[in-house]
């Protein structure tokens, strides 16, 4: 069965400071990876996915990026974060092709103070 | 511009009631759309999904059912449970089988059941 680890639980940051999340998937091969934001009480927003290995596409600017460096593996990160940046992140999958059902992990809460 | 929009924001409803979950779209091209269940601190899960060239799709006691003329769609949540409270979510998306796969989200509705 496949299985989806975000870390770290929650992070609480100063501004200014660099942040890196990491998203893991276990029991799929080659699987669709995505990030998402959540504001406290918000809708979800997509902002980056990746279909294979070393490639990253952004859907929105929001100062952050993303990379694939194993198959298995999804990094959100940024250099200087900003207060809009708290909410609560959340990575998901899904299988390639036409399999359009995207599964999320626990997900990450960020404080930026 | 909110594409997908949900109705009522909050609803609740008691025990063993059925509750109605509203959600309509502006975006013909829009083609799949997963409604996802979403506890406090917790990601959202996937409950279940129809494509725009179904009207009715049920599983277990949630059926949506999907109007593709007037872009509108419902999820019934029949004999509601308190432990159906939650917040639920449709999302909407024109890029199924493609390379992105790109979801977009309504605004949810905070559903409570009171026993």
């Known amino acids: 069965a496949q299985t989806i680890h975000q870390w770290p639980v929650a992070e609480i940051k100063a501004v200014g400071s660099p942040l890196s999340l990491g998203c893991t998937i276990k029991?799929?091969?080659?699987?669709?990876l995505y990030w998402y934001w959540q504001a406290t009480g918000g809708t979800l927003q997509q902002l980056f996915y990746?279909?294979?290995?070393?490639?990253v596409e952004s859907v929105v600017q929001l100062n952050l990026s993303a990379s694939r460096p194993k198959d298995d593996q999804f990094i959100l990160s940024t250099e200087k974060l900003l207060l809009s940046h708290s909410g609560f992140y959340l990575c998901?999958?899904?299988?390639?092709?036409?399999?359009?059902?995207?599964?999320f992990g626990p997900g990450t809460r960020l404080t930026v103070l | 511009q909110q594409q997908v929009r949900q109705s009522p924001q909050s609803l609740t409803v008691w025990e063993g009631e059925t509750a109605i979950l509203n959600c309509s779209y502006e975006?013909?091209?829009?083609?799949?759309f997963p409604w996802y269940q979403q506890f406090p601190g917790e990601g959202p899960a996937l409950l279940i999904a129809?494509?725009?060239?179904?009207d009715k799709k049920e599983d277990g006691g949630f059926t949506i059912f999907f109007n593709k003329r007037e872009k509108n769609l419902s999820l019934h949540i029949k004999d509601s449970q308190p432990g159906d409270s939650a917040t639920y979510f449709c999302?909407?998306?024109?890029?199924?089988?493609?390379?992105?796969?790109?979801?977009?989200f309504g605004t949810g509705t905070l559903l409570s059941v009171k026993p």
């Open positions: 998901a999958w899904s299988l390639g092709g036409n399999y359009a059902e995207q599964f």
């Open positions: 029991g799929k091969s080659s699987p669709n």
């Open positions: 990746s279909i294979t290995v070393g490639q």
């Open positions: 975006n013909s091209a829009f083609d799949y």
């Open positions: 129809i494509r725009s060239v179904s």
């Open positions: 999302a909407a998306s024109d890029d199924y089988g493609g390379s992105g796969n790109k979801l977009i």
